[in-house]
């Protein structure tokens, strides 16, 4: 079964530019996360959906970031225009339906994740 | 606002050594508590994950332990090997599903 994947892995860009970013979740998984680390922090909750719709949005940054989950299936995180401030790592996470039964832990499985450098 | 530490920030230990790796949060609160682990450019791998009524977790040379009551939770590796060396991450899982992150302890183990 295929795991948490995300593209790209790596993208440079000039400050102002548009970037956009994609992650599939494993199927099956309800839950989609997006988190991010910058230079020298700790990895930071970004937003939350639960199927197609935001859960949680509040660690988003600013308005220059859009998360989309059409179909409640992939993901994509759009960052326009970007700053310099906006270079790290951006990381996809999924899980299941946190229903709390006995064969759902909740745990989270992460993507590679996309590395942003803006210049 | 739960707050997650990570002692030591690097640690670095001959082959064979057993290594123990600490993580506290501020807020006993939580849903579970995973471990990851993260290799030089490349994404999070669950290691362990222990829910909230559990006290610990085994896996092969790993075992973890949570103590909820006291904010506390380690990680032992037995018997290190030079593959473990890798960057660990205690992450909480609180009920408003936001998982913390610490800022992850550096393993370098020398053969």
């Not at chain 2, 913390?100 to 302890?105: E, I, L």
Request: aromatic letters at 10%; hydrophobic letters at 35%; a negative charge.
């Amino acid at each position: 079964e295929a795991g948490v994947t995300q593209f790209p892995s790596h993208s440079v860009i000039e400050k102002g530019q548009t970037v956009t970013l994609r992650c599939d979740p494993i199927s099956g998984h309800d839950n989609l996360y997006w988190y991010r680390r910058v230079m020298g922090k700790e990895i930071k909750f970004l937003l939350h959906f639960v199927k197609e719709s935001k859960q949680d949005e509040s660690g988003m940054p600013n308005n220059r970031f859009l998360a989309e989950r059409t179909g409640g299936t992939y993901s994509t995180l759009k960052v326009q225009p970007a700053e310099l401030e906006d270079s790290g790592v951006y990381f996809c996470a999924s899980s299941q339906d946190l229903s709390g039964t006995s064969l759902n832990t909740g745990e989270l499985f992460f993507g590679e994740g996309s590395r942003l450098t803006v210049l | 606002k739960q707050e997650v530490t990570q002692i030591p920030a690097a640690l670095s230990v001959p082959e064979g050594e057993n290594l123990v790796l600490n993580c506290s949060f501020t807020d006993s609160a939580i849903y579970n508590l995973q471990w990851f682990r993260q290799d030089p450019g490349k994404g999070l791998t669950s290691l362990l994950l222990i829910q909230s009524s559990q006290r610990e977790q085994t896996s092969g040379r790993l075992n973890a332990s949570l103590d909820k009551s006291s904010g506390r939770s380690t990680l032992y590796i037995a018997a290190s090997q030079p593959g473990d060396s890798a960057t660990y991450l205690c992450a909480v899982f609180p009920n408003d599903y936001k998982l913390s992150f610490g800022a992850g302890t550096t393993v370098t183990v020398r053969a």
